[in-house]
């Protein structure tokens, strides 16, 4: 089986870093978040010698912070936005194909209860329509529901009032891994990359960016990166980034819940009308675990840190109670949090934050282009629009011949280099596994899960898990240092892995072991083992602030 499997650690990060001192890059992408990552990876693809730089991690932000979900977008058929959800049901089709281990079908029901303020009629309509706009080509078609289908289907929805529903067909996503695995392709293609590199400012001469002022956050070494074209794919950072003044983006925190499975039952996914206020929620599986979103808060600044709120909280488990009456779900129930800011682009007039719109915007200022806006689900088209800027800059700047677009939707991301999991799956079991680590491996690594396996069965205490009631083995955490550019612990538990999401506790009474077990790969002394777990500490602390603010 072919794998896309290469060394991209902490040492190709130093080596990065010093080859973007050395000489000018065509194109040096500010953002290590999903818009970020596909712009790195077209560009690399189209042949530009290309950088990407993140200050923080890869996925830090809103990319490793979402509802998981790629998505049509049915919810935007309320406010005629039939061109994106045309557009996100096309790039659905193409993440499926191009990344099947991070990238799955999604089953979902809708069910409807009198009084909703989405009729029968509404319902049905818009179902059409979201099949017709993916050309009748979406997973399978949606299927109208009776009362008696959808408690068949979920027995424990509420019966009182329902009247039926839809079960229709979406996909979920791994959203910071298919980060790292765009990040990861686009250095295979040739791309320079690093995390934890701080844009602190740019140089301008006649009035062009010419190039920017990096520091290695992890050193203190600062190095100043000529570039012909800086992309700014900052995301809520974007305002910040710029540096002109303008406001232009418009923010809204998203916050979700995970409680265990069992709780509530579901076997699908729900797609529910909060009776709190209507808006459209979810509430999808993820292994034994469920997790409830999103919100939709406007936020008047960026905040220095986003988590969920208790307000956040409450609001969650009420709506989902709402229409599993007998999970009476209360926030002791919660496993854990996460929130994450949406970058939109600010509107003319006064307009709802749940109606803003999630199309995109591409702005050029000498030597300085910025992507604004934008949903995880187009990623791959908006950095294909991007990249056709950077084109046509390039070929005005020194008269190069514009390179024929990436083939970034038949190429696959790695790890997806095939679609057939079940092979795979008995792949890693013939390493030594059973079949169910065997399956969540895959799930996880695709083609290189047989990697990963192999590290557990060669030295079997990297068989065990990181946390005693979670799934995620040691192995893992070292493969992620090895070939995944982690650098530190939070890296490990929150976004390589999900022990942070997946555990009581966040597993941080395993942090110290997990330390010591990549200590040695990461040249960290006893010092800054303590460090790095009491700054582990300090994001369980975040995450766990609203438990404070309950009344």
Sequence with gaps: MTSSLSAFSAATRAACLSDLADAA????????????AGVARD????????????????????????????????RYLEHFAFRLVRESAYERRVLLRIAPHLVWPRSFLFPLFAGSRVPRWQLAAGMWVYDILASFRNVERHRWLSKRGLLRAEPRLRAEDLLGGARYFDAQCDDARLTLANIRDAHRHGALVANYAAVEGFDVAAGRVRAV???????GRRLLVRANVVVNASGPWSDEVRQDGRVLLQYSRGAHVVVARARLGVTEAVTLLSPVDGRVMFVLPWGDLSYIGTTETELAALPDDVAATADDVIYLLRSANAVFPDARLHPDDVISTWAGVRPLVRPR??????????????METPGLISVLGGKLTTYRRMAAQVVDRVALTLHALDGRAIPPAAPTDREALPGGETADLELLEREVER???????????????????????RLAVAEPRLAAPVAASGPTIKAELLHAVRREMAVTLTDLLVRRTHVFYETPGHGLGDAPAAAALVAGELGWDAERCRTEVDEYRAEVARAEAFREELP
């Design 25 to 36: 890059v065509d194109v040096l992408v500010i953002g290590g978040g999903i818009t970020g």
């Design 213 to 219: 002022h990096l520091m290695d956050r992890l050193s």
């Design 431 to 453: 390493e030594g596994l059973a079949p169910s680590p065997a399956r969540r491996l895959v799930r996880r690594y695709g083609s290189e899960a047989a990697a990963v396996a």
């Design 43 to 74: 560009a690399a693809m189209r042949g530009y010698r290309t950088a990407v730089v993140e200050r923080a991690d890869f996925a830090s932000g809103t990319s490793g912070r979402s509802s998981r979900l790629i998505h049509g977008g049915l």
């Design 349 to 362: 007039g006064t307009v709802s934050v749940g109606a803003v719109s999630r199309e995109h915007r591409i």
